[in-house]
Structures are given as structure tokens and as C-alpha cells.
């Protein structure tokens, strides 16, 4: 089985400063990796995937994250946060032979404040 | 397309009582996948289902869930009867096929089930 742990689970950030988001995951088989964020009362939201091909993959929003297979990590970051960022960022991962069962981590939420 | 959409937003139901909760998927999508989302336990996958089938429900917690796909178009998760415990969002999800480019999952807003 798969799991994933995200290392913090809240992190204040001021605006305009950059942000890491930080996600490992544990497998013995090849996986998909995401990010999701979750706005307030809102479902969840694509924010970028990894599946294969370059390690570092952008997504909306100005975020980026970096796969990195002998660390078995998968970190979220952001030069430059917005007020607008203050959500709920969930990192989740699937095997590649079984699509479907995406296993979640516990959620950062991230608080930015002026 | 307008997403996936879930019905009802929210649901306050009395314990005891049977509580259905709606989804449309996108369509085109094959996969639906119903997800529970509650502080304790983070988000789990419940059951999920492939072109109207159901290939995994191990993460059903108990026979009082169910759950049906009788077209593409159209998911129930049903709990009867309700706890308290049941308490939480509920999402679903929908996807293309592994192997599609576009392989993700897009999710609905949620049911927000409150049982008293």
C-alpha cells in the first residue's frame, strides 16, 4: 500500500514571500503524484500532477513542485503567495497500475497575512 | 461543461433516518469515485467505479453505506440508516480512463451531512 505525509500542517506566510509545501510518500510500485487545493466550503481543486517525464512540473497559480524519486518527495512551492492563497493544499498519489485510488495526506493549511 | 455537481449542498437529517446523496458526473467521464472528508480521518475513498462499475468499495465503512451507478451519468451513495458518526463532506469525483492525457480527478463541491 501507499501512503503519503505532509510534514506541516499549518504554515503561516507573509504575503509576497515564497512558500514550501512539503510532501513525502512511501510506495513499492510506481505512482502519480498531486497536488490538490481546497478553498473554504469548496471542493478540491487540481493544482498540478506528476506522471511522468520532468521532475519539476507547473501548475496553476503560479506553483511549481519538484519530484524527486530517491527522496520519494514531492514538495509544492511558490515564489511569491498572494492573500488569495489561504487554503487548504492536500498532496495525494496513486499507483500507475491501479488509477483511481488516490490516497490523500492529512492537508497543510496555509494562512497568509499582509 | 459545469463540473461535477452534487446535490443536496447540505443535508441535516435526524439519526436513524436513510440519507441519499446525488452526483452528476462530467460527462465523458468513466470514472466516479465518492470520497469521505472528515478532521479526524482527512479524505477517504469510499468506492469508486469504472464505465457504471464498481471496483473497489473497500473503504465503504459499513453495510449501511451503498452506493449505485445505474448510467453514465448519475451516482447515489446511500446511508441507512444515519449516525451521528457519518458526519462530514462528501465528495465525488470524476476522471477519464488511466491512460487518458488528461488523466485528473475533478471534484464536486460537496454534500455537507450533519445526522443529529
Known amino acids: 500500500a501507499q501512503s503519503v505525509t505532509q510534514l506541516d500542517s499549518q504554515v503561516p506566510v507573509f504575503e509576497e514571500a515564497p512558500v514550501e509545501l512539503r510532501c513525502n510518500y512511501s510506495s513499492s510500485v510506481s505512482v502519480y503524484l498531486f497536488w490538490y487545493v481546497q478553498y473554504p466550503n469548496q471542493g478540491l481543486q487540481l493544482l498540478l500532477k506528476y506522471l511522468s517525464g520532468s521532475t519539476l512540473v507547473k501548475g496553476i497559480n503560479g506553483f511549481e513542485a519538484e519530484f524527486n524519486k530517491s527522496q520519494t518527495s514531492f514538495h509544492l512551492r511558490k515564489p511569491s503567495v498572494h492573500i488569495s492563497d489561504t487554503a487548504e493544499y492536500f498532496c495525494a498519489v496513486t499507483r500507475t497500475d491501479s488509477w483511481g485510488k488516490l490516497q490523500f495526506g492529512a492537508g497543510t493549511q496555509v494562512v497568509v497575512t499582509p | 461543461d459545469a463540473g461535477v455537481i452534487q446535490s443536496p449542498r447540505h443535508e441535516v437529517t435526524e439519526m436513524g433516518q436513510e440519507v441519499t446523496l446525488r452526483c452528476k458526473p462530467i460527462s465523458g467521464h468513466n470514472s466516479l469515485f465518492w470520497y469521505r472528508q ?79
Open chain 2, 38 to 116: 472528515t478532521m479526524m480521518r482527512g479524505l477517504e475513498l469510499l468506492i469508486y467505479f469504472n464505465n457504471n462499475v464498481p471496483i473497489d468499495d473497500s473503504g465503504m465503512p459499513e453495510d449501511r453505506f451503498s452506493a449505485k451507478m445505474p448510467n453514465a451519468s448519475f451516482s447515489t451513495l446511500k446511508i441507512q440508516p444515519s449516525e451521528p458518526r457519518d458526519s462530514a463532506v462528501y465528495f465525488c469525483a470524476s476522471s477519464f480512463p488511466q491512460g487518458h492525457l488528461n488523466t485528473e480527478a475533478f471534484f464536486g463541491q460537496g454534500t455537507r451531512l450533519t445526522v443529529v
